[in-house]
């Protein structure tokens, strides 16, 4: 089996996983991704201020992990039935709509994020982390759900 797509260096365990397991490898990652959102919002709701870095390690190795596994090859699998005199402009154009998404993504997080807080206090800052965290873990569920959508195996690199 040839390996994914790649836009130069060695081959990465996402990726590999890709060739392996195809969509599969994307429900995994998110799903990982999912649960480390929801560990993230259940260790701000639980402690709250008394929050460590210690205490929150765990749920950001678990959501940073997840997110590695589904972005590494996840343009591979949305260019998956793209033909080779398509693949540049389809990856041109996915690369500009990611980079739109993902502005208006933060911006509308963020508008969230401080309408919730309202009156700022240690309390509110904390209310609206949980928020943000917990539209986050939705929104990977949903992509989780929409995932069916892509072509069933990642792009091969043709020699």
């Known amino acids: 089996m040839e390996a994914p797509l790649s836009l130069g ?3 990465r365990p996402g990726g590999m996983l890709a060739v392996k397991l195809g969509r599969a490898s994307l429900h995994l990652g998110l799903s990982i991704a999912v649960v480390g959102l929801l560990t993230l919002w259940y260790s701000i709701a639980r402690w709250g201020a008394d929050i460590t870095f ?3 390690t765990p749920a950001l190795l678990l959501t940073g992990f997840g997110a590695g596994l589904v972005f590494v090859p996840l343009v591979d699998f949305i260019i998956g ?3 080779t005199g398509e693949v540049g402009s389809a990856v041109g154009v996915l690369n500009a709509g990611q980079q739109f998404a993902g502005a208006i993504g933060v911006a509308a997080l963020g508008t969230v994020f401080f309408a919730r807080v309202g009156h ?3 309390r509110s800052y904390f209310a609206a982390a949980e928020l943000v965290f917990g539209i986050t873990a ?3 569920f949903l992509t989780l759900l929409l995932v069916g959508l892509l072509p069933k195996h ?3 690199a043709h020699a």
Do not use: E, R
């Open 54 to 56: 210690w205490k929150l």
């Open 120 to 122: 700022p206090s240690v």
């Open 81 to 83: 039935d793209a033909t």
């Open 138 to 140: 939705g929104l990977y």
């Open 154 to 156: 990642a792009q091969q």
């Open 9 to 11: 260096g060695p081959p």
